[in-house]
């Protein structure tokens, strides 16, 4: 939704040879993604169901997107108004809009020559597409359909000859298209005022017995789009104080162009590698991804802008570090991802509906998938579908009892926006982590994201949840206790978004409010909340050590089991992992006065301690064997000075010498595909 680098507005103000008088640039809020019932004339009903989602019945675009997308609407009617133009906006079935306004054209004695519309994928998209060429082909119109160009390499020149030859890795998909700094196609001319045919005029097109009016102003547009959206949502409590947006901005060309400027200006185009996976404030990243989403700026225009600023030919940026001296780390990731939303867009065109299948591209049908509704149930599952809706209800709200995942949660009901790390977290925690149906996550974010986009958002849950293109598939798993640590390493966001846990002094009590002592708890006012006295999840993780494995909990029972674990390594210099299965009684460690104590299970299922004072030589770090009865960990022989890192087998592999830091003696797993009865496509 631009008037600048818009290949259809180009086209017609630059080329003498279309033959056509007058243009009616047309914008059509779809009832089956949109909810236009606050846009009803008095006396009227609705002709069509609410816009909700198949699965979880949640709106289909929440209240944060319909704002943004009210403003990009009425940013581009002043923009086509200032090049001599207007917008004609309208509510309602495609075809339906479509026909009435071919239908009052002719009335008028306008003879209709054609309609031109841009692609868009996506099984919705590709139906209102069919829709709009039979009211053509009845009518007796041609239809024009233009490739979508606001992507970043243009589909002509990828040098695939078809959808199905797309590489299902995307390392692979980049590799094909590096340098990426050489394929995009140049950005197209905005056109000059008065440059394109007539307008028509709006009294020419008032459809009397349309039952959705037409809103006057933008503020009439925005009231109509939020009124019904007041229902159905999770009752949030107030604005938590001191919190702030990460993103405060608003829908539109212009304030796309703004974003875009200051990004680079202000260097922090230069930083976006190292700052990308922040999570409080609106600088870390570019925040471009709700302008690409609805159009109001292209990849490629991106692009030319780093190439202005990378080659020194824009006198804005000259003022800007690195001005002049060619493409940057942080400007290269954002080419990079650039191309993977147009790896997105280009697998949905491949897999087509499978972007909406439980079972994902992979057609992988042997997980086990947790659901409130018995049919969507791939296995039996321990909890009842009450259950898991309650479950289910605390994740969208944020009281899950994890830290990171009720943060992110909550800053999305608040603020239509998380970032792209929290995002992972919350994708991991829901599907690999509780086992319920991905899809519920991807039509919870469908509907609050200010940014959704229908491929970034359902092919990268699908990623997340181990059924998408991600080589790793179910073995990439996020421990979000772990997360907590790494990237909020002051527990700052954690704090600024649950604002119950601001009085936690430890790290720990933060990513998980119920290993607060019943003493804070009492202090602190957390005593009875159910986020600490009854989290939807418990994870084991020992600070200064590695975290369990989050999907399968310690078994007490020693030796092979299903896979065999290596057996404990040594609790000195060099650790030497024992044969495969073999147990190893627990070390005796001794204890300094300084070191912290934690109590991690002992190859048995005993307790053992560990010092954590593991600087100098002859510090004990930790000797532990593996969770032998799952056949997982390998024993670790942390030593002081030289440090064998490990010396253990993993599922079923040989425990080979310490060593300095190194791995030995793994043995990769290889697990039988489970075949199971694919579940049916729930439609969008």
């Known amino acids: 939704m631009r008037v600048s680098d818009n290949p259809i507005l180009h086209k017609l103000s630059t080329s003498s040879d279309h033959g056509f008088t007058h243009l009616l640039p047309l914008f059509v809020f779809l009832p089956q993604q949109v909810e236009i019932s606050g846009l009803l004339r008095d006396g009227h009903e609705s002709p069509y169901p609410e816009a909700k989602s198949a699965l979880g019945r949640f709106w289909r675009c929440g209240p944060h997107r319909a704002k943004f997308i009210a403003k990009t609407v009425w940013n581009l009617k002043e923009n086509l108004e200032k090049l001599g133009?207007?917008?004609?906006?309208?509510?309602?079935?495609?075809?339906?809009?479509?026909?009435?306004?071919?239908?009052?054209?002719?009335?008028?004695?306008?003879?209709?020559?054609?309609?031109?519309?841009?692609?868009?994928?996506?099984?919705?998209?590709?139906?209102?597409?069919?829709?709009?060429?039979?009211?053509?082909?009845?009518?007796?119109i041609d239809l024009h359909v233009w490739l979508d160009e606001k992507y970043?390499?243009?589909?002509?020149?990828?040098?695939?000859?078809?959808?199905?030859?797309?590489?299902?890795?995307?390392?692979?998909?980049?590799?094909?298209?590096?340098?990426?700094?050489?394929?995009?196609?140049?950005?197209?001319?905005t056109p000059e005022q008065g440059s394109l045919p007539s307008r028509i005029e709006q009294s020419d097109i008032v459809d009397r017995g349309d039952p959705f009016g037409v809103p006057s102003s933008y503020e009439k547009l925005e009231e109509g789009l939020l009124a019904p959206l007041k229902v159905g949502l999770p009752e949030v409590p107030p604005f938590p104080e001191g919190a702030i947006s990460a993103h405060p901005f608003e829908g539109g060309e212009d304030n796309a162009q703004k974003r875009l400027q200051d990004l680079i200006k202000s260097g922090r185009a230069n930083t976006y590698k190292d700052t990308r996976n922040g999570l409080l404030g609106p600088e870390f990243s570019t925040k471009l991804s709700a302008y690409l989403a609805q159009g109001c700026v292209t990849a490629r225009q991106v692009h030319e802008a780093l190439l202005a600023f990378e080659d020194g030919t824009s006198e804005s940026f000259a003022g800007t570090e690195g001005y002049g001296e060619g493409e940057n780390e942080g400007t290269e990731a954002i080419r990079f991802e650039l191309l993977w939303r147009d790896y997105m867009r280009l697998c949905t065109k491949k897999f087509k509906s499978r972007l909406f299948y439980q079972s994902g591209f992979r057609d992988d049908y042997s997980s086990k998938w947790k659901s409130p509704k018995p049919k969507e149930v791939t296995h039996g599952q321990s909890q009842s579908n009450g259950e898991i809706e309650k479950i289910l209800k605390r994740l969208f709200a944020g009281t899950t009892g994890m830290g990171l995942i009720d943060a992110s949660q909550r800053e999305l009901l608040y603020t239509g926006y998380t970032s792209n790390r929290a995002r992972q977290n919350v994708a991991s925690f829901l599907a690999k982590h509780l086992n319920i149906d991905w899809r519920y996550g991807a039509e919870w974010y469908e509907m609050l994201l200010v940014d959704y986009d229908v491929n970034s958002n359902w092919a990268n849950w699908q990623y997340m949840s181990g059924v998408g293109n991600?080589?790793?598939?179910?073995?990439?798993?996020?421990?979000?206790?772990?997360?907590?640590?790494?990237?909020?390493?002051?527990?700052?966001?954690?704090?600024?978004?649950?604002?119950?846990?601001?009085?936690?002094?430890?790290?720990?009590?933060?990513?998980?409010?119920?290993?607060?002592?019943?003493?804070?708890?009492?202090?602190?006012?957390?005593?009875?909340?159910?986020?600490?006295?009854?989290?939807?999840?418990?994870?084991?993780?020992?600070?200064?050590?590695?975290?369990?494995?989050?999907r399968r909990p310690f078994n007490r029972r020693c030796g092979r089991g299903r896979g065999g674990g290596g057996g404990g390594g040594a609790a000195n210099g060099c650790g030497c992992g024992g044969p495969n299965g073999q147990r190893h009684p627990a070390a005796a460690v001794p204890q300094r006065p300084s070191g912290k104590v934690h109590r991690p299970y002992g190859p048995a299922g005993d307790f053992m301690q560990y010092n954590t004072n593991g600087n100098s030589g002859?510090?004990?770090?930790?000797?532990?064997?593996?969770?032998?009865?799952?056949?997982?960990?390998?024993?670790?022989?942390?030593?002081?000075?030289?440090?064998?890192?490990?010396?253990?087998?993993?599922?079923?592999?040989?425990?080979?010498?310490?060593g300095p830091w190194q791995h030995n003696g793994w043995a990769l797993p290889h697990r039988p595909m489970q075949q199971w009865p694919p579940p049916m496509a729930t439609p969008r």
């Open 152 to 189: 970043f390499i243009d589909d002509r020149d990828t040098k695939l000859a078809c959808p199905q030859d797309l590489p299902d890795i995307y390392t692979t998909y980049r590799k094909l298209m590096e340098p990426l700094r050489e394929k995009p196609r140049p950005v197209l001319a």
């Open 618 to 658: 002859g510090d004990a770090f930790r000797g532990r064997g593996g969770a032998n009865g799952d056949g997982y960990g390998g024993g670790w022989g942390y030593g002081g000075g030289r440090a064998g890192y490990r010396g253990g087998g993993y599922r079923g592999g040989r425990g080979g010498g310490g």
């Open 470 to 550: 991600d080589p790793r598939g179910e073995a990439r798993i996020f421990n979000p206790v772990k997360q907590g640590f790494e990237y909020d390493k002051e527990g700052a966001y954690v704090k600024r978004w649950v604002p119950e846990l601001r009085g936690l002094e430890r790290l720990e009590n933060v990513f998980q409010a119920w290993t607060t002592p019943e003493e804070d708890r009492d202090r602190l006012g957390l005593a009875g909340l159910e986020m600490v006295e009854n989290p939807v999840k418990k994870i084991d993780f020992v600070v200064e050590g590695k975290p369990k494995n989050p």
């Open 85 to 140: 133009s207007d917008l004609t906006i309208r509510a309602g079935a495609l075809e339906t809009v479509l026909r009435s306004v071919i239908g009052q054209l002719r009335e008028k004695q306008f003879n209709v020559g054609a309609v031109w519309m841009v692609e868009e994928e996506g099984d919705e998209e590709k139906k209102n597409e069919a829709a709009v060429a039979e009211v053509c082909s009845k009518a007796g």
